[in-house]
């Protein structure tokens, strides 16, 4: 509570750096230093995770250069990837059939989610998985598509926005999934009822990731297909001009590495311009009131644990078992509410 008061204050004050001295373990209660770095980190942490404001804040923490002792556990806690290493978590959007489910098994290199190979169907409820690749924790959550011929919207957008809350406190990246064809009238229609769900803001965490690239011709790369079409070309720049391709059955040799047409590349590509844009916005996640409001109850969920646990339970163990519980509470809400829409007609 004391390093999130601190940052808070500075972060208020517009102040650009905070600096944190390690004096010590403390001499009256004798705090282990692991128990020091744990906490300190953890609380930087946790801020920059809550934060909403897009200034930039450094946080630095400096330790004495004689102590040595310090210095190694802290750089080991930093090291530790349970702890420092956050997930980059990514929401697929699209419409029915656009591929988002293959898409997702290609980023993750597993066969995770079910594919569905008609326009008339695919997933119908959110599905999300967390994965170790090239050397960053990533979380995808596939949603329900868009314009799916058995559902309502009705019935859709309530799905829809339930997915997006497995995503609190915020979410790094959007991926709007569209076939490389034609961009027809209700391809518009489906980037108008994204931004309609979520506001416009939504498109500064987007990338637009083109699946079907074996309908590129050969020696076209996926800048010069855009340029052809005008409202694409403006939906493109309306997300700073990041866009990549992907192809979900021809382009998977991955000892292509270094080849255009290899979704091996095209990952590594992907995963370089999320990066970026974390970077950009200075690890500013997307967020909304429903999001903040899941993370703080996953953040009370969290501290009941930690007080009735009768040992002391990994910080990972305790966010998953916290976000469990949420998630049961949140899914009678929401039968509740769609049983009071059904009634009140």
């Given amino acids: 509570m004391g390093i999130d008061s601190i940052l808070t204050t500075c972060d208020s004050r517009g102040f650009g750096s905070v600096v944190f001295p390690v004096l010590g373990a403390g001499l009256m209660l004798s705090f282990p230093i692991a128990v020091v770095a744990k906490v300190l980190l953890e609380g930087i942490y946790t801020f920059q995770q809550q934060r909403t404001s897009s200034r930039p804040l450094t946080v630095r923490i400096v330790i004495h250069p004689d102590d040595h002792v310090s210095s190694e556990v802290f750089k080991s806690a930093q090291e530790e990837p349970n702890q420092v290493q956050e997930s980059k978590r990514i929401v697929l959007l699209g419409k029915t059939g656009s591929g988002k489910s293959s898409l997702a098994n290609i980023i993750l290199g597993e066969d995770l989610f079910t594919v569905h190979h008609s326009s008339d169907s695919g997933t119908t409820t959110c599905q999300s998985e967390t994965r170790d690749v090239s050397d960053r924790k990533i979380t995808l959550v596939d949603t329900p598509g868009l314009f799916d011929t058995e559902r309502s919207e009705e019935d859709l957008k309530p799905e829809i926005m339930k997915c997006i809350t497995e995503c609190a406190p915020g979410i790094h990246a959007f991926l709007i999934v569209l076939k490389v064809e034609t961009f027809s009238e209700q391809e518009q229609e489906v980037i108008s009822r994204i931004c309609e769900y979520f506001s416009e803001d939504i498109l500064k965490h987007a990338v637009v990731v083109f699946t079907f690239g074996d309908q590129l011709r ?128």
């Fill in 218 to 345: 050969e020696g076209i790369i996926i800048e010069e297909f855009v340029r052809q079409t005008q409202k694409l070309r403006d939906l493109v720049n309306r997300c700073s001009g990041r866009c990549h391709v992907f192809d979900n059955k021809y382009w998977n040799n991955n000892t292509l590495q270094n080849d255009y047409r290899s979704n091996h590349f095209q990952r590594e590509e992907l995963l370089k311009t999320i990066d970026k844009l974390t970077v950009e916005r200075n690890g500013q996640c997307y967020t909304n009131d429903m999001l903040q409001a899941v993370e703080r109850e996953t953040q009370r969920e969290e501290e009941q644990i930690r007080q009735s646990s009768p040992e002391n339970l990994p910080p990972e163990e305790i966010r998953n078992q916290a976000r469990r519980n949420v998630d049961s509470q949140r899914g009678l809400v929401w039968e509740l509410f769609l049983a009071l829409r059904s009634w009140l007609g």
